[in-house]
């Protein structure tokens, strides 16, 4: 059950995770001002046939009960078919008591998981006759982020801030405007301005829906940008760097267009096109030949793709029971100079094991054809959340691989840290939840022609343990002490958010 961390001897805790907090989140500032909950529906919160029954006396599991009325209060912006579009059950419709609860429990998940309240309550109002009136209480989130944008260009940041020493020299800066939920209908609207060491102009355009039945949507985006230093090759399964202070030396333009279908509520599907134009510059090409491909110093392809993803877990952000499922097709090129097929798939599950105890598992894996690929097509392991712990300071490239995960987690604290408002604007209150985790790691990565790179084509260990603090606007950080089988070990940093 939540707490509140008031007594004196404590304030000296609560500075320091708010400052943490703070620094972690480039926007936190801004975040502080919106935010008041806690980032997860705990147990207490749930409705239960024993608290029914507490309420409105000794109902049968097996009543029936029949919708009468839904209402819906809090959503000063957000449009009633969102909420309803959400939630397994109609006016009208008659389901056994015990069957009722149930799916109670799963609106108020599926509405969390949409990422536009702070607050979900689903409950009971009144009940009478075997009718009953539901009422979805929402608290909404702040949706409109114009954000300074500074980040380290590091794959992690391990790598940024002890590798490079936190250099300044390496890092983009400019501004994010993020507008979620533009007309009501959840929609997305991002726009980037990056200066710095990367110079970036974006914008997307995320309409989940376009129809009436709410199935259909459409995303759309474009991005140009240059850069002044490229990762040319990997030796010894580090990264090579080229840098010239003085000129670009890789350009790129990228644009697609996609449409998307959800037929009800836990499956999405995804199918696009897109077109992808970039150059290097010669002397990228001199010091690999096979960074595109024959020798070339410019690509230019069309590619098209599909994806599919599936979520029944409690809380995507940071899931502790459940089930997802992500499964992706892509076709890059229609000729010999750019020529890919690529699947992956990915697929995890987490169970409760114990009070306040969870075990999960993930598994991912990809394979591209032909084996033959360029350079810039060889990246796999140590890229975006393709990664094992313990290896965050190598990368493997290759063309085919996975890894399985396996992790236990405990919470150890659920609290709200009081805070006055005349410190934080409106904020009386920051929401902290603790994990605390051990988790082992296996993976392989096949390359036909791996050269100096030996932890391609090997099996690969590493496992550890670790601290999750999880807070406000799905912000998580992590702190992972990591061993590998190369017998290395040390403490890694991660940080994860929607921004």
């Given at each position: 059950?939540?707490?509140?961390?008031?007594?004196?001897?404590?304030?000296?805790?609560?500075?320091?995770?708010?400052?943490?907090?703070?620094?972690?989140?480039?926007?936190?500032?801004?975040?502080?001002?919106?935010?008041?909950?806690?980032?997860?529906?705990?147990?207490?919160?749930?409705?239960?046939?024993?608290s029914?029954?507490?309420?409105?006396?000794?109902?049968?599991?097996?009543?029936?009960?029949?919708?009468?009325?839904?209402?819906?209060?809090?959503?000063?912006?957000?449009?009633?078919?969102?909420?309803?579009?959400?939630?397994?059950?109609?006016?009208?419709?008659?389901?056994?008591?015990?069957?009722?609860?149930?799916?109670?429990?799963?609106?108020?998940?599926?509405?969390?998981?949409?990422?536009?309240?702070?607050?979900?309550e689903?409950?009971?109002?009144?009940?009478?006759?075997?009718?009953?009136?539901?009422?979805?209480?929402?608290?909404?989130?702040?949706?409109?982020?114009?954000?300074?944008?500074?980040?380290?260009?590091?794959?992690?940041?391990n790598?940024?801030?002890?590798?490079?020493?936190?250099?300044?020299?390496?890092?983009?800066?400019?501004?994010?405007?993020?507008?979620?939920?533009?007309?009501?209908?959840?929609?997305?609207?991002?726009?980037?301005?990056?200066?710095?060491?990367?110079?970036?102009?974006?914008?997307?355009?995320?309409?989940?829906?376009?129809?009436?039945?709410?199935?259909?949507?459409?995303?759309?985006?474009?991005?140009?940008?240059?850069?002044?230093?490229?990762?040319?090759n990997?030796?010894?399964?580090?990264?090579?760097?080229?840098?010239d202070?003085s000129?670009?030396?890789?350009?790129?333009?990228?644009?697609?267009?996609?449409?998307?279908?959800?037929?009800?509520?836990?499956?999405?599907?995804?199918?696009?096109?897109?077109?992808?134009?970039?150059?290097?510059?010669?002397?990228?090409?001199?010091l690999n030949?096979?960074?595109?491909?024959?020798?070339?110093?410019?690509?230019?392809?069309?590619?098209i793709?599909y994806?599919?993803?599936?979520?029944?877990?409690?809380?995507?952000?940071y899931?502790?029971?459940?089930?997802?499922?992500?499964?992706?097709?892509?076709?890059?090129?229609?000729?010999?100079?750019?020529?890919?097929?690529?699947?992956?798939?990915?697929?995890?599950?987490?169970?409760?094991?114990?009070?306040?105890?969870?075990?999960?598992?993930?598994?991912s894996?990809?394979?591209?054809?032909?084996?033959?690929?360029?350079?810039?097509?060889?990246?796999?392991?140590?890229?975006?959340?393709?990664?094992m712990?313990?290896?965050?300071?190598?990368?493997?490239d290759?063309?085919?691989?996975?890894?399985?995960?396996?992790?236990?987690?405990?919470?150890?604290?659920?609290?709200?840290?009081?805070?006055?408002?005349?410190?934080?604007?409106?904020?009386?209150?920051?929401?902290?939840?603790?994990?605390?985790?051990?988790?082992?790691?296996?993976?392989?990565?096949?390359?036909?022609?791996?050269?100096?790179?030996?932890?391609?084509?090997?099996?690969?260990?590493?496992?550890?343990?670790?601290?999750?603090?999880?807070?406000?606007?799905?912000?998580?950080?992590?702190?992972?002490?990591?061993?590998?089988?190369?017998?290395?070990?040390?403490?890694?940093?991660?940080?994860?958010?929607?921004?």
């Amino acid at each position: 059950m939540p707490i509140t961390i008031a007594t004196p001897y404590m304030q000296w805790m609560k500075r320091n995770i708010v400052f943490a907090v703070l620094v972690f989140t480039p926007y936190g500032v801004l975040l502080a001002q919106a935010t008041q909950t806690n980032p997860a529906t705990t147990a207490e919160d749930s409705l239960t046939l024993e608290s029914f029954r507490e309420q409105f006396g000794k109902v049968p599991e097996t009543a029936t009960i029949t919708i009468r009325d839904i209402l819906i209060s809090g959503n000063k912006k957000t449009n009633e078919k969102i909420i309803l579009r959400e939630i397994p059950f109609k006016e009208g419709e008659q389901y056994e008591l015990k069957d009722l609860v149930k799916k109670i429990e799963d609106a108020k998940r599926q509405l969390k998981n949409t990422v536009l309240f702070h607050e979900v309550e689903v409950e009971i109002k009144k009940f009478e006759d075997n009718h009953a009136d539901i009422l979805i209480a929402v608290k909404e989130r702040w949706y409109l982020f114009p954000i300074p944008y500074f980040k380290y260009i590091d794959r992690n940041l391990n790598e940024w801030l002890f590798q490079n020493n936190a250099s300044f020299k390496r890092v983009n800066y400019g501004l994010k405007v993020l507008y979620n939920n533009v007309t009501g209908y959840n929609d997305k609207l991002n726009l980037w301005l990056i200066n710095g060491y990367t110079k970036q102009v974006s914008i997307n355009y995320d309409r989940l829906y376009i129809d009436k039945k709410l199935k259909w949507g459409l995303n759309t985006a474009i991005a140009l940008g240059k850069n002044r230093e490229v990762n040319y090759n990997t030796v010894n399964n580090k990264q090579l760097f080229f840098k010239d202070t003085s000129n670009f030396v890789r350009s790129y333009f990228k644009t697609n267009a996609e449409i998307t279908y959800r037929r009800a509520i836990r499956t999405r599907h995804r199918i696009g096109v897109a077109y992808t134009d970039e150059r290097v510059s010669d002397t990228i090409v001199a010091l690999n030949p096979s960074y595109f491909k024959d020798g070339r110093n410019r690509i230019r392809f069309p590619e098209i793709y599909y994806s599919m993803s599936y979520f029944d877990v409690d809380y995507i952000p940071y899931p502790l029971q459940g089930y997802q499922a992500e499964g992706s097709f892509v076709k890059r090129g229609f000729n010999n100079i750019i020529n890919l097929w690529q699947l992956t798939a990915k697929g995890g599950g987490s169970w409760k094991i114990a009070k306040n105890t969870y075990f999960g598992t993930r598994i991912s894996g990809t394979v591209k054809f032909p084996f033959n690929q360029p350079y810039i097509h060889q990246r796999l392991f140590g890229y975006s959340d393709f990664f094992m712990q313990g290896y965050e300071y190598y990368v493997i490239d290759g063309v085919a691989g996975g890894y399985i995960k396996t992790i236990v987690t405990r919470e150890l604290f659920n609290f709200f840290i009081k805070y006055r408002k005349a410190k934080i604007g409106s904020v009386d209150r920051i929401p902290m939840r603790i994990f605390a985790k051990a988790y082992t790691n296996a993976g392989y990565i096949h390359h036909p022609n791996p050269g100096e790179n030996g932890l391609s084509n090997r099996m690969l260990y590493s496992g550890g343990v670790g601290l999750d603090l999880l807070t406000f606007y799905d912000f998580t950080f992590r702190l992972e002490w990591s061993f590998n089988q190369l017998g290395q070990n040390g403490l890694y940093l991660h940080r994860k958010s929607n921004f």
